[in-house]
């Protein structure tokens, strides 16, 4: 995410003094209930969906994301590299590519 966006994700926070709300905890509530509005936006079919209903509903997804790697002073470019490290080594390209079974069914 580009650093303007970060600062005004914060500023919006900062200025409703919501940060007293955001535990861990409410945190990870509020990303998995928006991860579920956008899983209703595809409730009934894969291929037709309301694509502005989808933007923001991934949107308050990422907001919150980005909420909790603030509270637990995270960076997301360090966590999300490593994980990717780890996949790399767990679904090596010569076992996984065009496979959708999981590393340990190899």
């Known amino acids: 995410m580009k650093q303007e966006t970060i600062n005004r994700i914060r500023k919006f926070t900062k200025d409703r003094d919501w940060d007293q709300f955001h535990s861990p905890a409410n945190l990870a509530k509020s990303i998995m209930i928006e991860a579920g509005e956008l899983l209703e936006c595809f409730q009934w079919n894969d291929d037709s969906f309301d694509l502005d209903h989808v933007k923001e509903e991934l949107a308050d997804v990422l907001v919150y994301c980005q909420d909790m790697l603030d509270k637990l002073g995270l960076d997301e470019d ?29």
């Open 78 to 106: 360090e966590i999300v590299n490593s994980k990717m490290d780890k996949n790399e080594a767990k679904y090596p390209v010569e076992k996984a590519k065009g496979n959708a079974k999981k590393y340990d069914e190899f």
